[in-house]
């Protein structure tokens, strides 16, 4: 069993905080550019020639990688041990993409036979929706996937959808309803005809108020709108833990399981992503994303730190957050397609890992997960980026990058076709934020050293994009261990539930009467 | 002539300096809650109650706008004097939605004059346009117009229409193109009809890399499309400066005008959001959003900061940027309609006043501008609010809320409808994020002490947007005078488009060919 320590006990993090940062004008040669990567799985490499590191840093880098036992805390995941401690709870989201750990057995259920068998009951399940052989109450086929979530629910199966809603064409139209705000609802209700239309409620509780909410929403709009022969309830399927209050109402035309070991913002490659991009693509197509993300796993099994992307991407993050004290990361894809990427990761991201308190329950000293935003490049040089060059703080940057666009059809202009355009814009960012240049009117100098890594593959298609989502996933399990936190619990969000409720019931003090007046409740 | 010095050098600032900080649970009572807020014009208000302020710190903050002298820097941006002194230009986007200052004449051209005349030709042609007598090239009347632009260009207008589009039927189908990725501009083309679109391209410049190339990548596809008798160019407009070269193409099938004192983040109520939101809406529904912008504009002239919403909300600001040493602020508009606004901001408040060097040309000793990031409540609760709550480092929030909603169709479920479950969240997150809650259990302790402040008003309405579009632009201008910064440049965007054209150029040198091989250019 690997042992638990904070970050800042461990040797190797203090020989880091005793050597001097480079600089990344000193050390950004020609000839590291290709040996400062490795592979991510799936064809898709991480680049780090722009980090301020060495070779001495990724040396001790590495110490940090062996002393807090990364590998092995990633080996007892795959292997089903208790990892999400606080909760006691399994963390088996790399197990809905492949076995790479031992057999796991929970009462009696093989819970790798449980999300495969799940992944093809989905699979049947949107065959029959894509040949008309399951219909609308009102016998028409279904055109229309509508998916009802929230946060891990919405969030990355929706950022994966728009990946590749222009690479392929989707078998229906798509639909995502997230907000309680009833402006969502209405929105999305007011584009569809609801005798077509397929609703996907997804929720691991079976509780969450916003879906819940929206659940009946799109009930009672049903009603109001008495269409004849009209039932909605053969048009809402639930995605669903098997324990769960959903589970046990049988209104749902269809239901689908997850369990309690899969984590909301890890959920994308269970049932919770399955159902509405299998309706979307077909099934095949969520099976390419679980083959790219099982790839990306397998990397990241890797003892070299020099071999396993995530594990570096996971070390140099925390050397930039505890050792340089930088606070933010943005994340830059050069892929229109990636539009909600950073949103996705940002859950992620913050949600794992913005914790003060370690596996102990004790305090840490030291920063924990950064704050991540980002945008599709080059629409976000048209927007921040004055601030990532000349601000007084320095951001560490991800670019992501393909060779070719999804779409072949591009157009030359001026010598050069859209896409080499998009990729000499972010080559030169990389640049740019490197290197700086020096000028004699300080309003244009620059001054350099803001790192970034670039992780880029051939094209975006589902392996690749698969392999990505679980290179972040794994890297932010990797952060999680080297901080000695638990990266899989969100206890955080639940202060804001309780209150909410209470406001609801009317159970309020003084102070929060008045500030209900502000909005009239 | 005001003076211009660094805020370290203010007397206000050294006091605030000596000020011991407050605690939100000790000073938030409910007698601040109405006591703590001011107007922002057009129904909107500014409630600072959860701030970490008092009425000592709000004297001290008084006492610092009176020092940088900041209404009366703002009088000289409103009477047309050069504010954006590197670029030695005016600052004008004020005077696009009204007359707060002396007449501004520039080469014998009353200016008031030129920005109401165009607004008044976008009018015109709009109406040409819906009404069908502005026909395309093949005798169709123009059912779609598709907005190509990047930056001010694309983030503002892309967010007011977003923010409006529920609350109207538009009169067009609307697409934005801004991506120099080709797949962003395939996938517009996919979806509309040639024959009956109308394509805006907006470049102030006339030269901007990404969006001249969209248009040629219009142009390109529109050829190879071989539709009898249709000539592309009957189907595109253009919005540009004076003297830009796209002014002096002849192929557009009309050209409206802005000139250098528009910033790009500025421009949304000049005619580079005028002409897209006025086909989308009508004039009618733009000139409201003016009038809004207006009234928060005037509003921003009251000396008193207690009744100064932009100004209090950039002190307040700034107060957490160099004397709490806090990095970013979260935008949470509790409203679906502002999906994009915090994209907006970002651009709006990182591109303005993330600078290092003060108006003298010297380099600054202290923090300025934050890093913005958000998304839609309750979407960003199931989100990064974990961080938020229990994260290592400290986030300012700026809620942002309504009493109703848009669309008034809503639903009660539970005893509430879906609008109250959206505020009574935001109310709930207010109180949790200022007062924390203690638990024996350290993974459900929250420390509290997290500031917010809320925008409120009763509906996000044409008048309430253009207000709250105003109020950010107009705290942002009174925090660069705070830092001393020149807010109204983006010098720190040159050297990547500098870096681009040497790499399409080929004038590149070993490093940047290595990095060249990784994405096949």
Redesign the interface.
Known sequence: MPGYKNLDQCTAFKKLQEKKPVSLKNV???AR??EYQAHAGAGL?Y?Y?AKAVDNDILSFLADLAREQELIEKYRCVLNGEIMNT?ENRKVLHHLCRGQLGQDIVCEDKNLRHFYTQQQKRIADFSQKVHKGEMKGSTGKAFDTVVQIG???S??GPRALYLAL??LYVPKMNVHFI??????????VL?RINLETSLFIVVSKSGT???T???Y??VI??ARTQNISSFNVHKHIIAVTGQTSPMAKNSDFAASFFIDDFIG?RYSSTSAVGGAVLSLAFGSEIFDQILQGAHEADKQALNEDIRQNAALLDALIGVYERNILHY??TAVLP????LSRFP?HL??LD??S?????NRQ????A????P???G?????G?????????????I?PLQFI???D???S???Q????????????????????FAL??DDS???????GERPSS?I?AQKLDTKTLGALLAHFENKVMFQGFLWNI?SF????????????N???NKQTD???????T????
Do not use: R
Request: charged share 15%; proline share 2%; with cysteine.
């Open positions: 950004l040669t020609p550019i290709h490499t680049n020639a606080g929230i946060g891990g919405d969030l809603e222009n997230s907000n309680v705000d009833p402006d969502d609802a209405n929105a007011a969450t108020q916003e819940i909410t929206n009946h929403f009672d709009k909301g606070q933010c050069y892929s229109q397609a949103a940002q859950q913050m949600e890992n913005g914790k003060s308190v329950g004790e305090n840490v030291y920063a924990t997960g704050v991540i935003f945008e599709a490049g080059t629409n040089q048209h927007s921040f980026y004055q601030l990532l060059h000349q601000g007084t703080d951001i990058g393909f060779k666009a999804q779409i059809a591009d157009v202009y001026e010598g050069s076709s859209s896409q080499v355009k998009l990729n000499a814009n972010l080559l030169a960012q990389i640049l740019a700086g240049k009117n300080p309003n244009k100098n620059f001054a670039l880029y638990n619990d969100q206890e955080g969000v639940q202060l804001g539930k309780v209150l909410t209470k406001i609801l003084d102070l929060c009467n008045k500030f209900m502000l909005l009239d409740l």
